[in-house]
Nanobody, 123 residues
Framework: QVQLVESGGGLVQAGGSLRLSCAAS????????MGWFRQAPAKERELVAS??????VYADSVKGRFTISRDNAKNALYLQMNSLKPEDTAVYYC??????????????????WGQGTQVTVSS
């Protein structure tokens, strides 16, 4: 059974940092695109960052502040979030899928999802 389990969310003040982790199990994801998406109340789920092999894609709103990385040996995905802003407040989801090219930006193209972890940034 495939599982993605996120951890590392929490409450942080603006300007602070958090590191999200996603532990994957049930299959090897080294050849899958993996991504972080987020969803704020009353908003659509949006891409934060994704990674396939060594190629990364970031939302414009997080470029220069967030860094996505993966450890294929551990079947794990990470998101280092620095200089956090109140508008980063959302539930953050880990996802994995067989996705190529620009399709990597769209949540509907991902096959597996975690349950989400709340990130709250206070002003």
């Amino acid at each position: 059974q495939v599982q993605l389990v996120e951890s590392g969310g929490g409450l942080v003040q603006a300007g602070g940092s958090l590191r999200l982790s996603c532990a994957a199990s049930g299959r090897t994801f080294s050849n899958y695109a993996m991504g972080w998406f987020r969803q704020a109340p009353a908003k659509e789920r949006e891409l934060v960052a994704s990674i396939l092999w060594s190629n990364t894609v970031y939302a414009d709103s997080v470029k220069g502040r967030f860094t996505i990385s993966r450890d294929n040996a551990k079947n794990a995905l990470y998101l280092q979030m620095n200089s956090l802003k109140p508008e980063d407040t959302a539930v953050y989801y880990c996802a994995a899928g067989v996705v190529l090219g620009q399709s990597i930006r769209y949540p509907n193209n991902y096959n597996y999802w975690g349950q989400g972890t709340q990130v709250t940034v206070s002003s």
